[in-house]
Nanobody, 124 residues
């Protein structure tokens, strides 16, 4: 497992943008796949996007496709999540997660390391 730390959250109005960062403590095969999940009170954690670093392959959930972009931050063993055209339903706590490349799916149970989470609030 690796330590993950998120940053860049905050409050924004509908249609605005935010960029989240996830910094990893090191690169290992158990962190080759990095992903973003989000959660709102009373709901299960849902996948937003994943990035398999060895292949440079991003995957997005349907709810964010075309609005969010996940990319690698090689200098910090991490990833970015650029969020554009934000909607109120994008609000929540965003978590960075890591796993092995062969487990790189948009499924929470596949991930073995998690960050503490960071708040994103989109208001109308």
């Amino acid at each position: 497992p690796v330590n993950l730390a998120e940053s860049g959250g905050g409050s924004v109005q509908v249609g605005g943008s935010l960029r989240l960062s996830c910094r990893g403590s090191k690169y290992t095969d158990s962190s080759d796949c990095l992903a973003w999940f989000r959660q709102t009170p009373g709901n299960e954690r849902e996948a937003v996007a994943s990035f398999e670093r060895s292949r440079g392959a991003p995957t997005y959930s349907d709810s964010v496709k075309g609005r969010f972009t996940i990319s690698e931050d090689r200098g910090n063993n991490g990833i970015f999540l650029q969020m554009n055209r934000l909607k109120p339903e994008d609000s929540g706590t965003y978590y960075c997660a890591a796993t092995y490349p062969w487990r790189c799916e948009l499924t929470m149970s596949k991930y073995i390391s998690w960050g503490q989470g960071i708040q994103v609030s989109v208001s109308s």
